[in-house]
């Protein structure tokens, strides 16, 4: 989710006087642009080392890790190892070479296709090299010129730009309803009918990756039903966590069968790279021969393909990694509401904390709260404008199961330093609630 994309853009290019498509580039404009010129690590692209772990070291200090999507902790699973030491010996590192249409078809890929679609209880699924390029082209290759995308207002960046790339292409109309308000889609779906020429696609994610809360998918897949439209939910985050054997958020709601496209990224649970759509045959079949993410790139390489087999194997079989990301999840979220911080509404594993900025700007905000977790060794992300609406500063944790109770207790006492140090206000004012209740739906 990037919100106001091309409004950062835009002033860079005014301060720049538009002369050269270069000279934005020595400006404070674009995405994070403050943070880029001051040449700024450790808010933007902070260097980490490779091994995702519950704790990793930054700076030259041992921080406790809560910003990795490594949910289930199989990052380096011994099993996921093993099977991608036998791949690489099999199949070295180039193969398939060439595109799935071309010359980058294997069984291989097909019989993983055929798992994924039998765990999704979908006909059938297609594999993506990213779940951002799953999305976008799985949108472009669906929406044609009379058709109309209704998507979720806070939609991941890959929804949002897959909206575009089909409205640039092929004409497709764009249509934006308030985030999981119920009545609101209705509104959009009746007005959308009144004036209809061809289909409806609706888009929400499943879990949203940033507040934490699920799209309300009873309703949604009720919604989509009564008004003659498909639904296709990006479910990055709930795959793998949500749902029976981490079948995903429409499983955790018994809806899996009213979901006409169901999307999962193996960047997540998956601890590794790659995404897939799954559905009808038919509705597969359309999507592998025309979404051009994919036509059109290098097929998924064999070594991922193998060992994300045996992940999925893991997965399914991770009951007891789904349970241990949920004690610490509920012992962290607990814990931080305990000390009288604003925490998300904790549907799922994500424990998104909010923080009044007050008079401060966010930049002043975001940078000594963060600075002091860091320096006492808590590695949070602080989120703030493009990525959340201005005004609004978040921090976003994410438990897992490599997590440990000590963790959570040592986080828990930093917290509280940094509440009775930096003497924040957490207090809420009811505009400030008001605020995030708009934008979110949700009451912190
Ligand atoms: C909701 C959502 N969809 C899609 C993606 C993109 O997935 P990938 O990292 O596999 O490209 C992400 C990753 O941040 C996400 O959060």
């Known amino acids: 989710m990037l919100l106001d994309q091309s409004a950062e853009q835009e002033s860079a290019e005014k301060a720049a006087g538009m002369t050269d498509v270069f000279a934005k580039c020595s400006t404070d404009g674009g995405y994070f642009g403050k943070m880029r010129i001051i040449g700024d690590d450790d808010f933007t692209r902070p260097t980490l080392p490779p091994n995702p772990n519950r704790t990793m070291e930054f700076k030259g200090r041992e921080h406790i890790m809560w910003s990795i999507n490594n949910y289930l902790g199989l990052a380096n699973h011994p099993d996921v190892i093993a099977t991608a030491h036998s791949a690489l010996d099999q199949f070295g590192v180039s193969s398939p070479m060439g595109s799935r249409m071309m010359s980058g078809n294997s069984p291989y890929h097909q019989s993983f296709e055929r798992e994924l679609a039998e765990f999704t209880s ?23 010129k009379d058709d109309v995308m209704v998507m979720d207002k806070l939609s991941h960046a890959c929804i949002v730009d897959g909206a575009f790339l089909a409205q640039a292409m092929n004409g497709t109309q764009l249509r934006v309803f308030k985030h999981n308000n119920m009545d609101n889609l209705e509104q959009v779906l009746k007005r959308t009918n009144r004036d209809r020429k061809g289909g409806v696609l609706i888009m929400t994610e499943g879990v949203y990756g940033m507040t934490g809360d699920l799209a309300k998918l009873k309703e949604i897949t009720a919604l989509a039903r009564q008004y003659d439209a498909r639904l296709y939910i990006d479910d990055a985050h709930g795959w793998g966590t949500m749902g029976a054997m981490g079948r995903g958020t429409a499983d955790h709601f018994g809806v899996q069968d009213e979901v006409d496209i169901y999307f999962g990224t193996f960047a997540k649970s998956f601890a590794s ?136 207790a040592t986080t828990l006492e930093v917290f509280k330093g940094m509440r009775d140090n930096l003497g924040l206000r957490l207090s809420m004012t009811a505009e400030e609630e008001q605020k995030i209740r708009k934008v979110y739906g949700i009451t912190p």
């Open 273 to 408: 790279i790659g995404g897939f759509s799954a559905s009808t045959k038919e509705v597969i079949e359309w999507i592998t021969y025309n979404a051009r993410t994919q036509v059109f790139a290098k097929s998924l390489p064999m070594i991922y393909v193998e060992t994300l087999r045996k992940t999925l194997e893991l997965v399914r079989s991770g009951d007891d990694r789904r349970a241990q990301m949920w004690r610490i999840s509920n012992s962290l979220k607990d814990g931080l509401r305990d000390l009288g911080f604003h925490i998300g509404p904790g549907e799922s594993p994500i424990c998104s904390v909010f923080v009044p900025l007050g008079e401060e700007s966010m930049e002043a905000v975001g940078a000594k709260t963060a600075g002091f977790l860091r320096s006492q060794g808590v590695f949070v992300t602080a989120i703030a404008y493009p990525v959340i609406p201005l005004g609004l500063l978040m921090f976003r944790m994410i438990p897992t199961a490599m997590h440990r109770d000590e963790d959570v």
């Open 122 to 144: 979908k006909e059938a699924a297609f594999l993506f090299n990213y779940g951002y390029m799953g999305v976008q082209g799985t949108i472009q290759s669906l929406l044609g």
